[in-house]
C-alpha cells in the first residue's frame, strides 16, 4: 500500500478503529484488555481493513489528556500481540512522539497523528523510522472540541495548515509517498462544516492522499436525521469516497465496506 491511495477504479482503503481506551465516546472500556483487542483487530482484518488503528487516549469532545506512560501501557501491549500476525499494517493513534516511538517499537508501521505534528519530535521520528504518517487537522484540544469551533473559510483555513505541515514533515524527512493529509472532520469544526469537509475530500490533497474519518460523529446525526451512527457513517464514507477519499476511518468496518461498494 505505497502511499496508501486508494487503487484506480476502486474504493478507498478502509482504517479499522481499535480504541484501547477507558473512556472513548462510543466503544470505551471494550478492548482494554489484550485478549479482547486482539480479536476485534482480527475481525476487522476479516471484515476487510486494510490498517488498523489502535489508540490510548481519547479525542472526545472534553476528554482530559493521557499521560505518555499510561498511553504506551494501553498500546503497546495489543499492538505486540496483533503486529506480527495480521497481513494488514497498523497504525499508532496518538499525538505523542514517546508513545509513536513505543509503538513503532512494538511492530506499528504508521502513525496517525491527530495532533498535527504538535509534538516537534513527530516528524524526524516518522523519518526515521519510515512510518507511514497521517497529519491531521484539529481546531482547539479534545478538551475544547464541542465548545470552541472555527469560524467561516474554514476549509482554506484547513488547507492552509495541511500544506505547512506537510511542508515541515517533508523538510524533516518524510518521505512524500508516506504522507496522509486528514481534514479532521469533527474537530473544532460546526455541523455543516464537517459535512462540508466530507463533500470536499480531494480539495485536501495537494499531492497527497486524503483520510476522512466521519465515524459516529455527532454531525452525522444532523447531516442524516433517523439514521443509527453506523448507518449514517457508511453514508458519509460513501459521499466522503465520491468526493476524492482515498481512506476512511471507522468503527463499522463490514457496514463501511458494503457502503463503498455497492
Known amino acids: 500500500m505505497s502511499g496508501w491511495r486508494r487503487p484506480p477504479g476502486g474504493r478507498p482503503l478502509i482504517m479499522g478503529i481499535?480504541?484501547?481506551?477507558?473512556?472513548?465516546f462510543s466503544d470505551g472500556g471494550m478492548y482494554e484488555d489484550v485478549g479482547a483487542a486482539a480479536r476485534r483487530a482480527f475481525e476487522m482484518e476479516d471484515e476487510g481493513a486494510d490498517v488498523i488503528d489502535v489508540g490510548g487516549e481519547s479525542t472526545r469532545p472534553g476528554a482530559s489528556p493521557v499521560s505518555a506512560e499510561d498511553e504506551i501501557r494501553r498500546v503497546a501491549p495489543v499492538i505486540r500481540e496483533i503486529a506480527g500476525s495480521l497481513s494488514v499494517p497498523v497504525s499508532i493513534d496518538t499525538?505523542?512522539?514517546?508513545?509513536?516511538?513505543?509503538a513503532i517499537a512494538a511492530g506499528a508501521s504508521a502513525i496517525n497523528d491527530m495532533g498535527g505534528l504538535s509534538d516537534p519530535a513527530m516528524a524526524p521520528l516518522a523519518a526515521s523510522s519510515g512510518a507511514h504518517l497521517v497529519v491531521a487537522h484539529m481546531h482547539g484540544s479534545p478538551r475544547t472540541l464541542a465548545t470552541d469551533l472555527m469560524g467561516g473559510g474554514a476549509l482554506g483555513e484547513v488547507r492552509s495548515f495541511l500544506r505547512g505541515r506537510a511542508d515541515l514533515a517533508l523538510a524533516s524527512g518524510v518521505r512524500a509517498d508516506r504522507l496522509v493529509m486528514d481534514p479532521g472532520v469533527g474537530f473544532g469544526k460546526t455541523h455543516a462544516q464537517s459535512m462540508e469537509i466530507v463533500m470536499s475530500a480531494g480539495s485536501f490533497s495537494m499531492g497527497f492522499p486524503v483520510l476522512i474519518g466521519p465515524s459516529r460523529k455527532r454531525f452525522l446525526s444532523h447531516a442524516f436525521p433517523g439514521m443509527g451512527a453506523d448507518e449514517a457513517t457508511a453514508e458519509?464514507?460513501?459521499?466522503?469516497?465520491s468526493s476524492g477519499a482515498d481512506m476512511v476511518r471507522v468503527h463499522?468496518?463490514?457496514g463501511v465496506r458494503r457502503a463503498l461498494e455497492r
Open 252 to 254: 463499522d468496518v463490514a
Open 236 to 241: 458519509a464514507a460513501a459521499l466522503a469516497a
Open 95 to 102: 499525538m505523542k512522539a514517546r508513545v509513536a516511538e513505543a
Open 18 to 24: 481499535l480504541n484501547a481506551t477507558p473512556d472513548s
